[in-house]
């Protein structure tokens, strides 16, 4: 099993998860600030537990994978500071209460960590794919929306993905068929978190 086969068997679930109103309407510059704003700061609550799991997945990783995985980390630094800096330019209190989806990811994320370590890496995987392909999907974004795009559509971001997927068929290539079948189930539980974290944002009234 490899995760361009995952990609392929699920490509339907695939699509609902990257291509969004949402992200089309920060394209068309048309999405409310409400909108925008409650997907900055529940995404930032996510980015904190997703460190978090970042972290745990290394007690798990073989030390082959630590280079690439401290790659993350160290970008991750800089990208809860971004967040931080964001939210004050838009004066947007980051203690604010996780939403029941964005409180979902976070709960599955933290039961990720008692899978077998293939499942974490696919996971991994998957979780940055998802925004790399998201919001360059829609094609060029124009400001302020465009540096959002571009966080996770760079060159630099793309090719970490690259090697997070490298790094998840090395130890998805021989797992047993259960494993294999965790896999399929994790690869569409993410799928459908990343749609529901989309609608979350974009029900946002206030
Ligand atoms: C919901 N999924 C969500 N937020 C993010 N920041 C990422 C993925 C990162 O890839």
Redesign the pocket.
Known sequence: MSCQELLKKYSQQWQVATLHPFLNECKLGIIKPEQFNTWLVQ?YL??VE?TRMVGRILTYAPTSHFDLILSGLNALQNELNWFKDKATERQLDLNTKKQPTCKE?CNFMNKLTEMPYPIQATALWE??L???QGWQLPGKMSPPYNEFANR?GNPEFTNYVKLLEAQANEVLEDVSKTVQNQAETTFLNVAR??KD?WQMAYNATN
């Open positions: 995404d996510f980015v997703f990811y979780i940055e998802a925004y790399n996770w978190l990343e974290f």
